[in-house]
């Protein structure tokens, strides 16, 4: 029988490591004891012991066993436990307080869009919920259930690449596939899809399209929203087929009603997505460092605002994140760190820069001269290829600290925004004061997405939990960041989604008339609120 | 009194003349004699003639005049006239044939979003139609009025820039403000709007994002919908404002309701569009010849998809287009031309093509670079900066030709579609077989909107019209090109919009369901049916 620690582990070999830096890390900053360090609790090694009847009758389970045979229809509490929480901090603790609130009842797992579009009849007919499911990374309880019903998991068999078009430069897929497995596929072709969330090697192009996600070189290459081209999109009221034009003018675009509509409206079951050209050889690499996090703002701001091409990796760590890096790489107190605090470069206001360039001919080391001329005017020393290299490398792996964190009563958590370059400074400040007012806590903070218009904020914090009253903990704290941001002028999100962790502040920010429009929209699509139901997008 | 000539005529002064060039090619295309070119017809120098009671009531216009002062509402003749159609070949035609079917009621003048907001209300409470109107410049009859009602003309007083953020690189503006006089206000601070659509001089922002326009730089800046950051838009259920994000992931992207809408949704009062720093003395041009069509076309794909930057401006015009190109601007057996024969360019297959990279630092000399080895690898023949520079130059005054053109009793109509690379060449054939297929006519096709995926293909074609049979015979001819570019999976448009025109071909295009989504949220904005109500974008 499996435990809850069996769910909630990503289940990559990575996770089982915490290494020196990070040990180290957390020791310092939190002062842990050995005792600490050693008497772990909310381990999550009980068996799944749940309790909840199927709402679902014989009958209908047999139809969906019809459709997609025996061994694609699940009720185990292993299947259930598994595809009812995503990866949100509560999800997990959830899962290591042993409590599964509201469990799916049926996983099933279609192979292709002619078992999904009866699958959605079936359960219209019946007004049974379905959460649509990709690689379950959801980090916003997007894909939580919330009153049981069928999970329809698309990443086992509706995972295939359909076509990938070479003069079109245009790949159309089954949108359970994977990210590494599309990669996978178009780099041996001389192609790259161009998307890299963290979550890219569990998470699936449907999940990306669904939250509006954006990958780390969304800075050159934009988020999913300008790499969609086509979608068909099964809902309970028909289905919407929509054509890959490069571009139209044909009323509005409907690729845009369903990239962030996380699940409400229907199943998105095919994506023609634009690809690139693959020069992985030709990427040109820049690491900066700057005196202050405004100096690397404002350097970052000219570059996307010159007109002189752009990186497709663009970040800034602000100073404490910074500091972080050099103490976890070891480069505290070496000599070169010694000449950098010489030159000016001081801890607790340093800020690194990375970027990397993609591209053909000359266009990435052009670029880069660029890049390495304006931050030269706003007094950014390049430190070389190495440090964006090596963070490149581990790019995925962060998230797989998370459980070996957590294993030691800490909260591990991250929070991203979206904000013009007017209010940025302002929201960070505020953020950042906000964020340091918790007693122990490490948060770092990042620009990872860049615009001509403004960046997003990237928030990671890691805060010991108040035993026994960790959920409460959580709530409020996360609650007053949400608050600090909102009021400060950031989005809600910009590329994690909104789901249900955030809903309670769309009215706010979406703006009552645009709640009763995605209303108006559930109700098109949806009208027996069957898909994604409860409390997702701030509706009911 | 007024004809009806002053009412179709652009009031530029450019539109007097018709040039020697144009001239013969005319006489010698279509063998008009000297009677025909002489006795000309349909002159619309009729006075205004027509009788249709007002459907508003005395106390309404009151109510009008009461919000927006005497001065700003009218229902004279003229004025009635004049916003009762728009620049479509048809509408023309019929102001030409002294006939206006179905004339508004009133015109009104309003200065400021409460206004707005005013008004919307008292004609959603009578049942009142609404035609927001901007330039009036539309080429696809969105603006004809159906129903009589109110034309709210957005150009006259509501009209201003209201904040330019250099810091965010964007303005805000109230949508009635025409190109040029966003553009002088943003050159004089050093930025560019970027959006240059043929129709610059006499359209509006708000028509921009209504009709999902492009400019002559999309290549490089993007459609309208890739400059929108915000939407005010005010619509009888109520008012939607969206934020000025960058970019975000907060449930589905609402500016793209409403960007392509064409007005049946509400009327948008301002829009926050991103600007660009604007460094014209750094721009770089470039011309290029080809042996074919399809080589150039497959330079432009490459250049396209390469990776190295791209073109702001990039244009081919086919053989016909490049023949006649030569024949106007006197270059027909000149020397040059006759070394270009020599070299292999020959006419009926050679294919101009024209770029222009703007940006900062040695950017535009860099893509240029870039651009010239792959036209040569194609056999592209670098031509010097001038034939783009001069081409730039007119490139507004084409459409001033128009009327002196239909003086001579001559059909002059445009028509713009988008296509995968994948389906370019064939449509482009079919497309040409069609046009060729009428015995008169000059037909030019260009590509002047290009992307990764594909491009669009835009066809300007003039042909003598049927004396006494204009409209059937304009319509006949229309429908046979239009069903050729749907059957060979061209867009009913890729800038222009659908309008009434194109709408009988949406539910094909766009889906039965696309169709009955834009009826629910048609339902949802405007229960009442107000908004420019009348076979729009394929609606009842």
């Known amino acids: ?126 007004k049974i919920p379905i959460v649509p499911f990709g690689g379950g990374s959801s980090v916003t309880m997007a894909l939580q259930a919330t009153f049981g019903g069928v999970c329809l998991d698309l990443s086992k068999h509706f995972n295939k690449v359909i076509k990938i078009n070479e003069s079109n430069c245009s790949v159309t897929v089954e949108t359970g596939i994977l990210g590494p497995d599309l990669e996978k596929v178009l780099n041996k072709q001389g192609f790259t899809c161009g998307h890299f969330p963290q979550s890219f090697e569990y998470s699936t192009v449907g999940g990306w399209i669904a939250a509006r996600g954006a990958g780390t070189l969304s800075t050159g290459y934009g988020k999913i929203e300008e790499m969609v081209l086509a979608l068909n999109v099964v809902t309970p009221s028909g289905i919407i087929e929509t054509k890959d034009y490069p571009a139209d003018a044909q009323a509005i675009n409907l690729n845009n009603i369903f990239i962030g509509s996380e699940g409400i409206f229907g199943v998105i079951t095919e994506a023609c997505l634009k690809i690139r050209k693959y020069y992985p050889e030709k990427t040109a690499f820049a690491s900066f460092i700057f005196k202050s996090f405004e100096q690397a703002v404002e350097s970052m701001r000219e570059t996307m605002q010159a007109g002189y091409g752009k ?23 070496t000599f070169s760190d010694k000449i950098l605090k010489v030159l000016g470069y001081k801890p607790g206001q340093r800020t690194l820069m990375f970027a990397a360039i993609e591209g053909s001919n000359k266009y990435p080391e052009f670029v880069k001269k660029c890049l390495k001329k304006t931050a030269k005017k706003h007094k950014g020393l390049y430190i070389g290829q190495k440090p964006v290299k090596k963070w490149l490398e581990q790019r995925y792996s962060s998230a797989y600290a998370r459980d070996p964190i957590m294993d030691k009563g800490i909260i591990t958590d991250t929070f991203e925004t979206s904000v013009t370059w007017e209010d940025l400074l302002s929201l960070w400040n505020s953020a950042r004061i906000y964020l340091n007012s918790r007693p122990l806590i490490v948060a770092m903070v990042h620009i990872s997405h860049v615009y001509e218009n403004g960046a997003n904020l990237y928030f990671t914090f890691l805060s010991p939990w108040k035993k026994g009253l960790e959920v409460e903990d959580y709530q409020n704290f996360h609650k007053g960041l949400v608050d600090v941001i909102v009021k400060n002028k950031g989005s809600l999100s910009h590329h994690h989604g909104i789901g249900r962790i955030l809903s309670p502040w769309m009215k706010e920010q979406y703006g009552e008339n645009g709640i009763s429009l995605l209303q108006a929209l559930k109700q098109h699509f949806d009208p027996e609120n069957i898909m994604n139901p409860g409390g997702m997008l701030g509706l009911r």
Not at 40 to 54: P, T
Not at 311 to 333: C, Q, V
Request: proline content about 3%.
């Open 1 to 126: 029988m499996k435990t809850y620690r069996d769910i909630f582990k990503w289940g990559d070999k990575r996770e089982e490591m915490l290494d020196d830096g990070m040990l180290n890390l957390l020791i310092s900053k939190f002062n842990l004891s050995n005792d600490e360090l050693e008497n772990v609790h909310l381990l999550g090694n009980e068996e799944l012991n749940f309790e909840h009847d199927l709402i679902i009758s014989e009958s209908v389970i047999q139809q969906f066993k019809n459709i997609c045979g025996d061994e694609n229809v699940y009720s185990t509490k292993e299947e259930r436990a598994s595809h009812t929480y995503g990866k949100h901090f509560l999800e997990l603790l959830k899962l290591r307080l042993g409590i599964i609130d509201n469990p799916l009842d049926l996983v099933i797992y279609p192979s292709n869009s002619d078992q999904i579009i009866e699958i959605v009849k079936i359960c219209n007919n019946n």
């Open 311 to 333: 990186p497709h990796l663009f970040r800034i760590s602000d100073p404490d994140e910074t500091d972080i890096a050099f103490k976890m790489k070891g480069f505290e107190n």
